[in-house]
């Protein structure tokens, strides 16, 4: 049993989801000398689903690394990552402002996909679980999307949008897992932690 976990996110979002579960956790981030953007590369032809499950595990690895490292007491290690696909095209973080606009013209007025992969890990079980949601944008103007990028919203968000922000207005339907669209999916993750053994 454990009674709490170790976050290897840097997302506040993921934080507050596992509060609002009642998870006790600590935070694992990288070093500095650490690239962790490194680790989101796509590779060529690489499916979303496996994409983002892939980079999980990079990133769980990274972390139980890091945990090894600094000689901190054994505790289970939670990773995440999100990403947001129209067809097989991932779309991940924008580089910049443009960027962010030319993710949102394309995701306006269709339906996409938001990828969460879960991966926990406590001694040498490993555990994990994906989460697979679709949201609907409705049109969306060249105004309304340049007044959304200019509140910078979109940076350091996969497709370049936060659906719990000022995105919600565009929004027009959502299937799947509102929290897994957040970032951090809880039915899912609760399901990992209860298999194992940690208290909340």
Excluded: N, W
């Excluded at 609002?20 to 935070?27: P, S």
């Excluded at 499916?47 to 054994?74: E, F, S």
């Excluded at 899912?188 to 209860?194: D, G, S």
């Amino acid at each position: 049993m454990s009674d709490f976990v170790y976050l290897a996110s840097q997302s506040p979002r993921r934080r507050q989801l596992l509060e609002q579960l009642g998870v006790r956790h600590e935070l694992l981030l990288p070093d500095a000398g650490e690239d962790s953007e490194a680790l989101e590369a796509v590779r060529s032809g690489e499916a979303p689903a496996a994409y983002v499950q892939r980079v999980t595990g990079l990133k769980l690895d990274a972390a139980l690394a890091r945990l090894k490292r600094r000689g901190l007491p054994p505790a289970p290690v939670l990773c995440s990552d999100t990403t947001v696909a129209l067809g097989r095209t991932i779309y991940g973080k924008p580089a910049d402002a443009a960027d962010a606009a030319r993710m949102l013209r394309e995701l306006a007025g269709r339906t996409h996909r938001v990828l969460t992969a879960v991966a926990v890990q406590a001694g040498r079980k490993r555990v994990q679980a994906l989460s697979d949601s679709r949201v609907t944008f409705a049109p969306m103007t060249r105004a309304q999307i340049a007044s959304y990028v200019a509140g910078g919203e979109p940076m350091g968000k996969a497709g370049a949008y936060a659906v719990q922000g000022a995105a919600a207005a565009h929004i027009s339907r959502i299937a799947g897992s509102y929290t897994g669209i957040m970032g951090l999916p809880l039915f899912e993750t609760a399901r990992l932690l209860r298999e194992l053994s940690v208290r909340f």
